[in-house]
C-alpha cells in the first residue's frame, strides 16, 4: 500500500504564507513525479504545481511567481511554498505523485485526502 499524507493547511490573511507538504509512504520503488492539485465547491480539480523527475517543474498562471514547489527525494516528499496569497486561492489542496512500487512494474498515480487552506482576513 502507498499513503500520501498531506499537512500545512490553514487559514491565513491575503498576502499572507503558507507551506504545505505531502510525504509518500508504503510500498515505494520509485517516484516519478509528484505535484498539488486544488479544488473548490462546484470546480473541477485543477493543476497547482508539479514537480517530475530531473527537476522538471510546472506551474498554473494563476500562482507564477508566487507558490513554489519543491522536493527531497530522500524522505519522499513535496512541499507547496505559498506566499501573496489571495482569497482565491482558497480551496481544498490535494498532494498528487505517480509511483512504481516495485522495479520494472507498472507506474500508478495516487492522491492525498486533502487539506483545507482558507485565504480571508
Known amino acids: 500500500q502507498v499513503q500520501l499524507v498531506e499537512s500545512g493547511g490553514g487559514l491565513v490573511q491575503p498576502g499572507g504564507s503558507l507551506r504545505l507538504s505531502c510525504a509518500a509512504s508504503?510500498?515505494?520503488?520509485?517516484?516519478?513525479?509528484m505535484g498539488w492539485y486544488r479544488q473548490t465547491p462546484g470546480k473541477e480539480r485543477e493543476l497547482v504545481a508539479t514537480?517530475?523527475?530531473?527537476?522538471?517543474?510546472n506551474y498554473a498562471d494563476s500562482v507564477k511567481g508566487r507558490f513554489t514547489i519543491s522536493r527531497d527525494n530522500a524522505k519522499n516528499t513535496v512541499y507547496l511554498q505559498m506566499t501573496s496569497l489571495k482569497p482565491e486561492d482558497t480551496a481544498v489542496y490535494y498532494c498528487?505523485?505517480?509511483?512504481?512500487?516495485?522495479?520494472?512494474?507498472?507506474?500508478?498515480?495516487?492522491w492525498g485526502q486533502g487539506t483545507q487552506v482558507t485565504v480571508s482576513s
Open positions: 514537480s517530475a523527475s530531473g527537476d522538471m517543474t
Open positions: 508504503g510500498s515505494i520503488f520509485s517516484i516519478d513525479t
Open positions: 498528487y505523485a505517480i509511483i512504481r512500487r516495485v522495479a520494472r512494474g507498472p507506474r500508478n498515480s495516487y
